[in-house]
């Protein structure tokens, strides 16, 4: 594998993205490009990136359309266009990572599997406390994120575990839930064969756990990444869920459809 393109999603939350954004420039593997994929943010996430980050150690690009909704499939298909990595990483703009993030999904890659990692939550008066201190987060030992579980910072302290699983990462291989968006490795010919996101998946809900559906339908295998490469997930406000019956019951459909593989409205019109 060379180079790895990290597709992290954004909507006008820039203090959040900046922290996320700190994260990935603090790695120790450096071969990675950044796509901030923006949903339609205001100016003010533009001029964060101008004036903090376009001159950090990786390449980063931002890539924004206007908003009309919750769009995210959309917009994550229009930086995958615009990326030149052979890996994908997906990730929110209110993750922070560890430094040994890209490196441990480098380690994890394998062709013909995708790799789903999982996440820590935030409560929301933590949040606000690393957002207004600001707090490192990713430089802080096992040490301090048992002491915020005890005081009720976060949500729970296993993920953070980092276990040789081996063999046990792959005895689930077509097993589609949680596999999110949040944190997820995919290799990007994987992802143009299945046409990437179905932009028919508007509004909050399942655009993600489709896609991996219908990666899986491709005979692309899960590798699991739990216990070696966690998020430190922000908390934020419950996303608009008006059409989340509808997705679910697209979703529900495509599940029982073996052959249904490629996007209705995806990557291919981007082109």
């Known amino acids: 594998m060379n180079l790895i393109s990290v597709i992290i999603t954004t909507y006008n939350w820039p203090e959040a993205l900046a922290a996320s954004l700190q ?33 950090g150690p990786v390449p980063l690009k931002h890539i924004r359309h206007d908003d009309r909704g919750f769009r995210a499939g959309t917009i994550r298909n229009k930086a995958v266009a615009n990326s030149i990595g052979d890996y994908l990483i997906f990730i929110d703009g209110d993750c922070i990572v560890f430094p040994d993030f890209i490196s441990t999904h480098r380690n994890l890659a394998r062709q013909g599997y995708f790799v789903p990692g999982n996440r820590v939550l935030l409560s929301k008066p933590f949040t606000q406390a ?8 990713y430089e802080l030992s096992f040490r301090n994120f048992f002491l915020y579980r005890l005081a009720g ?3 729970r302290i296993a993920p953070l575990l980092r276990l040789p699983l081996g063999p046990l990462r792959t005895i689930k291989p077509r097993h589609w839930q ?5 944190n997820l490795g995919i290799w990007k010919q994987d992802f143009i064969e299945v046409n ?14 489709d896609l991996v559906i219908r990666l899986i339908h491709n005979g ?4 699991e990444g739990r ?3 966690p998020v430190l997930h922000l908390w934020h406000r419950q996303n608009d869920q008006s059409q989340h019956d509808q997705n679910l019951r697209r979703l529900m459909e495509r599940l029982q459809q073996n052959d249904f593989i490629r996007a209705e409205k995806g990557l291919s019109q981007y082109d």
């Open 23 to 55: 994260s990935l420039f603090a790695q120790v593997d450096h071969h990675f490009e950044i796509l901030v994929a923006d949903d339609g943010s205001s100016h003010a996430t533009a001029d964060m990136l101008k004036d903090r980050f376009f001159k």
């Open 130 to 137: 690393v957002l207004n201190k600001p707090i490192a987060l």
């Open 153 to 155: 910072k976060i949500n």
């Open 178 to 182: 949680k596999a999110m968006t949040c």
């Open 196 to 209: 990437g996101f179905d932009e028919l998946f508007e509004g909050w809900g399942y655009e993600d756990s």
């Open 220 to 223: 692309v295998k899960r590798k």
């Open 227 to 229: 216990f070696a490469v």
